[in-house]
């Protein structure tokens, strides 16, 4: 069921956003906005309310340039640069994401963007160049309700825990460089195990198949165990929606509350994909009231 959502303009005039959830657990497309708007800035707070309730919001048959994506991204915050872009990019901002005959995807498994900074990212604006005829859609899952589902006493257990998350894992093999090169810019990271959202106060589990190597404090077999155990969560279906790009779509998604999984299964068509992302805060863990 759609709702609206009011923005107000500089002139005072009230407009309003149709929102179209994607399921009962996360995700909304959102109509009735053009995001290369001169005065997108007039949205924003709509937009940051929208993604707050939902957890990633979606955009249709966008017209975004390299330059008003960066811009739009910037109303949220600082960027990142990524360590895999190209040096001489004409817009360090922005990573490009591109798969085909030669290259088969390689996002196919449940990650939180970044999780290997100290300030790993707010979130990632995320725009469709050129994709598959059938295929490469992105699924997304609420770690707040994966939280939720755990039992009581795990819950407990694991809000004491925190967790190592190292670049190495995916980007030593993809960057070709050893792992003490990386380390020696980006040093693996801890971070608590469950992550409270810093503007909802949502408890969430903030581990990753990606760039989560180990749990502090545990042996290495309960580690692997429990690390098992949690990156099972993001794969309940209930706690999930699943999107179908087109050319010129776009999603906005919050690293801090859910994890994404970039289905590789079209290869070897090709999929082109520009993603800028939006710096956070350090991840920290607050006792629910």
């Given at each position: ?14 407009d ?81 994401i ?23 990212s ?21 770690m ?20 190592v998350?190292d ?7 993809r ?54 155990h ?60």
């Amino acid at each position: 069921m759609a709702t609206k959502l009011e923005r107000t303009a500089a002139d005072g005039l009230v407009d309003t956003l149709t929102i179209r959830p994607m399921t009962p657990a996360i995700g909304a497309e959102i109509f009735d906005i053009d995001l290369s708007a001169a005065n997108i800035g007039e949205s924003i707070p709509a937009l940051r309310q929208a993604l707050l309730a939902h957890g990633v919001i979606f955009f249709r048959d966008q017209t975004l340039t390299e330059e008003q994506h960066i811009a739009l991204a910037r109303h949220f915050g600082d960027l990142e640069i990524h360590p895999a872009t190209p040096k001489d990019q004409e817009n360090p901002e922005i990573l490009r994401i591109a798969h085909g005959p030669k290259s088969r995807g390689q996002e196919n498994s449940w990650h939180s963007d970044v999780t290997w900074r100290d300030k790993p990212s707010l979130g990632s604006i995320l725009r469709a160049v050129e994709v598959p005829e059938v295929g490469g859609d992105t699924l997304f899952a609420n770690m707040h309700l994966a939280y939720e589902n755990l039992s009581p006493k795990m819950r407990e257990f694991c809000e004491g825990l925190t967790a190592v998350h190292d670049i190495a894992r995916v980007f030593a093999g993809r960057l070709g460089k050893a792992p003490e090169d990386l380390h020696e810019k980006y040093p693996p990271m801890s971070h608590p195990v469950i992550r409270t959202h810093p503007e909802t106060g949502k408890q969430t589990i903030y581990v990753n198949t990606a760039f989560t190597s180990h749990i502090e404090g545990l042996s290495a077999k309960e580690s692997r165990w429990l690390l098992d155990h949690l990156f099972a969560t993001a794969s309940n279906p209930e706690i999930q929606c699943r999107f179908r790009w087109q050319k010129g779509s776009v999603a906005f998604w919050d690293n801090r509350l859910c994890q994404h999984f970039a289905a590789s299964d079209y290869y070897p068509a090709r999929r082109v994909m520009e993603r800028v992302t939006i710096a956070g805060d350090k991840p920290f863990y607050r006792k629910s009231a």
